[in-house]
């Protein structure tokens, strides 16, 4: 599966901002899809992943009750929306899928196709 996320910006603190993820490929629905960031001089880090079928998610701390994953697979998309935006969430945000992963949540290593990433700036 091709991934090509979309929908970076700037935005102010306390602000939102949604991210779209695009799939090539008709067995969308058998990945776990999944968001990760990586800011300037840091590693890559889980944000939020949702199962195959969208019934189950799960969140990074630091995203919870702030950002909400979702995916239509009708359309081959995942969709990451942000609200409350702080300047900490400042990154590179790349989507990220894996047909193989048990569970909705995992390292980098654990994913086997990816996004290009788009930036997310935060400023106050």
């Known amino acids: 599966v091709q991934l090509q996320a979309c929908g970076g910006g700037s935005v102010q603190v306390g602000g939102s901002l949604g991210l779209s993820c695009a799939a090539s490929g008709r067995t969308f629905r058998n990945y776990v899809m999944a968001w990760f960031r990586q800011a300037p001089g840091k590693e890559r880090e889980f944000v939020a992943g949702i199962s195959g079928g969208g019934g189950s998610t799960d969140y990074d701390d630091s995203a919870k009750g702030r950002f909400t994953i979702s995916r239509d697979n009708a359309k081959n998309t995942v969709y990451l929306q942000m609200h409350s935006l702080r300047p900490e969430d400042t990154a590179v945000y790349y989507c990220?899928?894996?047909?193989?992963?048990?569970?909705?949540?995992?390292?980098?290593?654990?994913?086997?196709?990816w996004g290009q990433g788009t930036l997310v700036t935060v400023s106050s």
């Open positions: 990220a899928a894996d047909r193989f992963l048990r569970g909705t949540r995992g390292s980098p290593s654990e994913f086997g196709h």
